[in-house]
């Protein structure tokens, strides 16, 4: 009889914890808001002067080589890596 008293009190203690962060986590859900009509044309209005206002903006020009007119001529090519040579001075394959 003792035992099954404490198991009812430990559940009602549990209940009663688990009952107000239930009740919370509801609370954590965002409420669905619907735009009246006018909020929508509200929004195309500025989505409109948005996408213009990106069209304003000039394309961009090819990177400036600062040092290009201190040059006499163009950048040589990288020359390619020399093979390693082994103890008997042969080329390694």
Known sequence: ???SSKLF??????A???GPA?????NLM??????SAEEKEQDAITE??????LRKIPDTKAAADPWG?????APKAVA???QPRTKTGSAAN
Do not use: G, I, W
């Open 1 to 3: 009889m003792k035992r």
């Open 9 to 14: 009190s430990v559940v009602a203690a549990l």
């Open 16 to 18: 009663l914890l688990t």
């Open 22 to 26: 239930a009740a919370q986590m509801m």
């Open 30 to 35: 965002p409420e669905v808001k619907t735009k």
């Open 48 to 53: 409109k002067a948005y996408r213009e206002s």
């Open 69 to 73: 007119n201190v040059r006499s001529d």
């Open 80 to 82: 390619p890596a020399k």
